[in-house]
């Protein structure tokens, strides 16, 4: 299938280590945040997300870390499997009132057999 | 129980015709946004309806339009295509109020030649 992003930043990460994926958010007011992850040739699929009242938020096997002071999202991936290859996007609604979310630019996992 | 669905999956079409893409949202879900992701980018929004309404509308020109209908689902129409128009468009749905989490479908390939 295509390839969803051809030059996107890229984490290769052997199979069963753990993966951590950054984001740098841009609007200090959002107040809601989620990770999706993409594969090729598909929409992008809900992970897991968090409200801005909250800096840790536990799924299963990914944890989504907020730091408002930087305005700072991660995600991680514990014992990460090949099936976790996607790209993965983070999103951080907008304001109250414009109803729309933010995406970032997106990295690509590789998971190493 | 179906998730979001986008027709058509593919579509080709030249410069300066008009094209029209159908999403029809999770039931219960009243609200649809619709994305447009270029090739090695994150999804940028276009425009989000509630209940028939449009509450929110991306830095997109006025060849991009969208209507909601009484049974929730919806329509993106772009005029006049550039060849810049090329890209997956993607229609997410979200439940009860506009700006709750969205669901993303597989989205729908659009060609300009």
């Known amino acids: 299938g295509e390839s969803v992003g051809l030059h996107l930043p890229t984490l290769s990460v052997q199979e069963g280590d753990n993966s951590i994926i950054n984001c740098a958010y841009s609007?200090?007011?959002?107040?809601?945040f989620i990770w999706y992850k993409q594969e090729s040739g598909k929409g992008p699929q809900f992970i897991i997300d968090?409200?801005?009242?909250?800096d840790k938020r536990q799924g299963q096997r990914v944890t989504v870390l907020l730091n408002k002071t930087v305005k700072h999202l991660s995600l991680q991936i514990a014992a990460t499997q090949p099936g976790d290859s996607a790209v993965y996007f983070c999103?951080?609604?907008?304001?109250?009132?414009?109803?729309?979310?933010?995406f970032g630019t997106g990295t690509r996992l590789k998971v190493l057999a | 129980d179906a998730g979001v669905t986008q027709s058509p999956t593919h579509l080709i079409k030249t410069r300066g015709q008009q094209v029209t893409l159908r999403c029809s949202p999770i039931?219960?879900?009243?609200?649809v946004s619709w994305y447009q992701q270029v090739l090695g980018q994150g999804p940028q929004f276009i425009f989000q309806?509630?209940?028939?309404?449009?509450?929110g509308r991306g830095n997109f020109p006025d060849r991009f339009s969208a209507r909601q209908f009484p049974n929730y689902s919806s329509e993106l129409n772009v005029n006049a295509l550039l060849l810049g128009d090329s890209a997956l468009y993607l229609c997410?749905?979200?439940?009860?109020?506009?700006?709750?989490?969205?669901?993303f479908g597989p989205g729908t390939r659009l060609l300009v030649l």
């Open positions: 039931s219960g879900h009243k609200s």
């Open positions: 999103a951080e609604r907008a304001p109250i009132g414009t109803y729309k979310y933010i």
């Open positions: 968090i409200r801005s009242n909250m």
């Open positions: 609007n200090s007011a959002s107040d809601y």
């Open positions: 309806y509630y209940e028939k309404e449009e509450r």
């Open positions: 997410a749905s979200s439940s009860d109020g506009p700006s709750e989490t969205q669901y």
